[in-house]
């Protein structure tokens, strides 16, 4: 089944720790995303990437790292834990826009619960 | 700054009930308005991309609509399985702003 898979389904890590939260899709899409969701904060994007080779910050990039070394993968790298980092992770794709519709749907995958202690 | 504003943040409706949730938005230069459902758990499933205003968009009980301000789902005669979180999300020249969604819960 098509689609996008993230793994782990959750962890629970010690501060200091790193960790990278892996993300693959099978759909071809130029576009992928990195956000977290927190309860009474709703989704913040973290980080994207609109093509292979490339990448941008988002909204909460601190602490956040990622790489896009082909279309297919995208991890996301917390390079040394912090408790505040405690949230479910949702990586997305997205096709690349054309004239006729510039900015396409996200399709989200079911998500990383990590908790920091 | 773009703003996504949802309402109701919570909803409880009885079965067959038919309601509408809003979505307000504040972005430069819409080029999209998404409707997502999410299940306690799970990732967003998409279920509407409107792109215009005066655009329409149905999907079983579900129905979107768009203005130049606002949209709204509509949901038509509710059975218990469409409970879940809604959520909205607008697109203008920056990046997708999503609104913290309202809580559907649809007693039998």
């Known amino acids: 089944i098509a689609g996008i898979t993230q793994a782990p389904t959750s962890q629970i890590l010690a501060a200091g720790r790193r960790m990278t939260l892996r993300c693959t899709q099978d759909?071809?899409?130029?576009?992928m995303y990195w956000y977290r969701q927190d309860l009474g904060l709703g989704l913040r994007l973290i980080h994207y990437?609109?093509?292979?080779?490339?990448?941008g910050k988002g909204e909460v990039p601190d602490g956040y790292s990622v790489s896009r070394a082909n279309t297919d993968d995208f991890p996301l790298t917390l390079a040394s834990a912090v408790p505040s980092q405690t949230s479910v992770y949702f990586c997305?794709?997205?096709?690349?826009?054309?004239?006729?519709?510039?900015?396409?749907?996200?399709?989200f995958g079911p998500g990383t619960r990590l908790t920091v202690l | 700054e773009d703003q996504v504003t949802q309402s109701p943040e919570a909803l409880r409706l009885q079965e067959g009930e038919s309601s509408s949730l809003n979505c307000s938005y504040t972005v430069s230069g819409l080029r999209g308005l998404f409707w997502y459902r999410q299940d306690p758990g799970k990732g967003p499933e998409f279920l509407f991309t409107l792109y215009s205003a005066g655009e329409e968009k149905e999907k079983e009980r579900l129905k979107a609509t768009l203005t130049k301000k606002e949209s709204f789902l509509h949901i038509t005669a509710p059975k218990p399985e469409d409970s879940a979180t809604y959520l909205c999300a607008a697109k203008g020249y920056s990046t997708l702003t999503f609104g913290k969604g309202t809580m559907l819960l649809v007693s039998p």
């Open positions: 759909m071809r899409h130029n576009a």
């Open positions: 990437s609109n093509t292979a080779g490339t990448t």
């Open positions: 997305a794709s997205s096709e690349a826009g054309t004239s006729g519709r510039p900015y396409n749907e996200q399709f």
